[in-house]
């Protein structure tokens, strides 16, 4: 079956570092997506991994193992805006997005 | 660039009526549009994906006369819910990518939030 899996929630204090992992069993795979979404609101684009290894971009940055069906998303020097759900996606055949349940992310002062 | 957007944001209906919610991509053709529905601390799942001319294809478990989706031109798809019930409030996304069955971007709309009273 298909089963994309990351934690539920996780809590760190302001200016900390965060590691969400996801891992992923989809049927086709042509690359994961990170995305964030605040509550109530459509999700914005973070990141995009298709080859092996590390993406950064600013305080983001993504990693993907596709041999091992993993990514993490790490957070740096986080902010109070940073609290949201975090969403691993990974795009299947024909273009389609398989969300994850989500990570939310709670940074407190 | 890569604007999408929705109307309304939000909808009240009573139960029985039919909701249309129309997703556009204002500075670029979508070749393909897809629907999502996120129901409250859960994630997006997607409804269905529709091409621009040609019948919509329905993820498993998803009623196609009941969530009827148009995708009359490059531009704009509507979905329209019918005969909604309560069970069927929910937050819809829709997004819009410009290929067609090879991986890309979406691009996401704002979202419509949907209330059956």
């Known amino acids: 079956g298909q089963n994309i899996d990351q934690p539920t929630e996780m809590t760190a204090t302001e200016g900390a570092i965060v590691q969400i992992n996801c891992t992923y069993q989809?049927?086709?795979?042509?690359?994961l997506f990170w995305y964030q979404q605040h509550a109530g609101e459509a999700p914005t684009f973070l990141s995009y991994?298709?080859?092996?290894g590390l993406e950064e971009k600013g305080r983001f940055s993504s990693f993907l193992s596709r041999s091992k069906g993993y990514s993490y998303l790490l957070l740096k020097e986080l902010q109070m805006k940073d609290s949201a759900s975090y969403l691993c996606?990974?795009?299947?055949?024909?273009?389609?997005?398989?969300f994850g349940a989500g990570t939310q992310v709670v940074v407190t002062p | 660039g890569a604007v999408v957007s929705q109307h309304p944001s939000w909808v009240i209906c009573k139960s029985g009526t039919s909701v249309k919610i129309e997703c556009r991509s204002l500075?670029?053709?979508?070749?393909?549009m897809f629907w999502y529905r996120q129901f409250p601390k859960q994630s997006l799942m997607l409804m269905a994906t529709?091409?621009?001319?040609?019948?919509?294809?329905?993820e498993q478990g998803v009623e196609k006369d009941k969530f009827l989706i148009n995708h009359a031109s490059l531009t704009l798809s509507t979905l329209t819910v019918t005969s909604a019930h309560p069970e069927d409030s929910s937050f819809y996304i829709c997004?819009?990518?410009?290929?067609?069955?090879?991986?890309?971007?979406?691009?996401f709309g704002p979202g419509t939030r949907l209330t059956v009273l």
């Open positions: 997004s819009a990518s410009t290929t067609s069955g090879a991986p890309s971007e979406q691009f």
């Open positions: 989809t049927s086709g795979f042509n690359g």
């Open positions: 991994n298709v080859l092996d």
């Open positions: 996606a990974v795009i299947g055949s024909w273009g389609k997005l398989q």
């Open positions: 500075d670029f053709q979508a070749t393909t």
């Open positions: 529709s091409n621009e001319g040609s019948k919509a294809t329905y």
